[in-house]
């Protein structure tokens, strides 16, 4: 049986505990141990923990802010309904697998605090997205296929802050259900682009 490479193995942990007890709590020491490693050899890949969920973000979950480059540098691959309808699609997953991990975050101050502070430095936080969907609704502008007068970083808020909702505002529903993934970021598309488009 082959064994996994030692960051393979410290991700996969970290994703795992990450998910399970929250950010917050996950300590590098107990993601170490759950990767059959030493703590040492987690540091030898990662610097921090901030690193390390950053490591998780881009590597384990549905992949955003690569579709919202890859759009912006060209919009016009297919339709804006569809490029929106994919946009959504992921981020309501991404979202609600980011939700989990972050939310114990927002219970310690100060522990928010540092990670924002972490996040700054390394040049990445929750606000890239919104920058890159902003990106891509401007490339739209240009190619005339979103309204010149549209507020675009208010659009991709929107959008986005609908996905970030749909992580964790259905659960105090009576039924406690989310709406189907596909049906919502299809929903949600067409309702913006009544928005933004003639």
């Known amino acids: 049986m082959e064994t996994k490479p030692a960051r393979v193995r410290i991700l996969d942990a970290a994703h795992e505990l990450m998910l ?9 020491k107990e993601i170490a141990k759950a990767a059959d490693c030493s703590e040492a050899a987690l540091y030898k890949y990662f610097t921090s923990k901030e690193e390390l969920f950053i ?26 309904e569809q490029n929106l309808t994919e946009i959504a699609r992921n981020a309501a997953l991404f979202y609600e697998q980011t939700f989990p991990i972050a939310a114990s975050l927002y219970a310690e101050t100060q522990l928010k ?80 682009l009544l928005g933004i488009t003639d």
């Open 20 to 28: 399970t007890v929250g950010l917050a709590k996950t300590t590098t």
């Open 55 to 80: 490591g998780v973000l881009s590597e384990r979950l549905p992949k955003l802010t690569p579709l919202l480059s890859s759009l912006a540098a060209e919009p016009s691959r297919a339709t804006l």
């Open 113 to 192: 605090r540092r990670h924002d502070d972490a996040m700054r430095e390394m040049g990445t936080g929750p606000h890239r997205p919104i920058e890159g969907l902003d990106a891509y609704l401007r490339a739209e502008q240009t190619a005339g296929r979103v309204r010149p007068d549209v507020d675009t970083f208010a659009a991709a808020s929107l959008l986005l802050g609908a996905c970030s909702q749909r992580a964790y505002a259905y659960d105090a529903t009576k039924e406690a259900v989310r709406p189907s993934v596909d049906e919502f970021a299809h929903r949600l598309a067409r309702t913006l």
